[in-house]
Antibody
Framework: EVQLVETGGGLIQPGGSLRLSCAAS????????MSWVRQAPGKGLEWVSV???????YYADSVKGRFTISRDNSKNTLYLQMNSLRAEDTAVYYC?????????????WGKGTTVTVSS | QSVLTQPPSVSAAPGQKVTISCSGS????????VSWYQQLPGTAPKLLIY???KRPSGIPDRFSGSKSGTSATLGITGLQTGDEADYYC????????????FGGGTKLTVL
């Protein structure tokens, strides 16, 4: 079964760091485009970052320079390293796979992990 | 303020049809495929429509999508109470700040 499971969320003080993990099963992370998408409480979806199968990465302006997306091929896991966290980074963070052989569609989503930035 | 514009809410009676619009620009919808997502309360988004009008396996044909120029539309026929959810459009934006963009979401109420 194709599945994504996020872990690593929690309560963190402003300025702190956190690393989110997204473990994949049923497919290979390194062969796919993988994104992080977040959703602040009561708000809509906001794209955070993507890593392509070739290794190129892109970031939303709101997190550029603070967040880093990466993957561990041996663990078939996607990561999001979040530094200099701010209150506005509080959200549920989802990892998602872009549908293979299709354009601009996220076909597999994890259940999400909650990040709360507060003192 | 979301890059793609959706109505905040729509409503219709069970069995009826509803459409949800999504408006963008030439850097996103105008030059890329559109996808639609359903988010039931307390759950992760689920892909409903991809590449403007294709349905993943398991999605009933009550759901349809279309695109014209810089706008896209999601249609739902034969509304059921289980369709009450938030619906989001999304696409890739090819502007200088390249990345995925989403609409602000539309809350569907089945009266």
């Amino acid at each position: 079964e194709v599945q994504l499971v996020e872990t690593g969320g929690g309560l963190i003080q402003p300025g702190g760091s956190l690393r989110l993990s997204c473990a994949a099963s049923g497919f290979t992370v390194s062969s796919n485009y993988m994104s992080w998408v977040r959703q602040a409480p009561g708000k809509g979806l906001e794209w955070v970052s993507v890593i392509y199968s070739g290794g190129s990465t892109y970031y939303a302006d709101s997190v550029k320079g603070r967040f880093t997306i990466s993957r561990d091929n041996s663990k078939n896991t996607l990561y999001l390293q979040m530094n200099s966290l701010r209150a506005e980074d509080t959200a549920v963070y989802y990892c998602a796979r872009e549908k293979p052989a299709a354009m601009a569609s996220l076909d597999v989503w994890g259940k999400g992990t909650t990040v709360t930035v507060s003192s | 303020q979301s890059v793609l514009t959706q109505p905040p809410s729509v409503s219709a009676a069970p069995g009826q049809k509803v459409t949800i619009s999504c408006s963008g620009s030439s850097s996103n919808i105008g030059n890329n495929y559109v996808s639609w997502y359903q988010q039931l309360p307390g759950t992760a988004p689920k892909l409903l429509i991809y590449e403007n009008n294709k349905r993943p396996s398991g999605i009933p044909d009550r759901f349809s999508g279309s695109k014209s120029g810089t706008s896209a539309t999601l249609g739902i026929t034969g509304l059921q109470t289980g369709d009450e959810a938030d619906y989001y459009c999304g696409t890739w934006d090819s502007s200088l700040s390249a990345g995925w963009v989403f609409g602000g979401g539309t809350k569907l109420t089945v009266l």
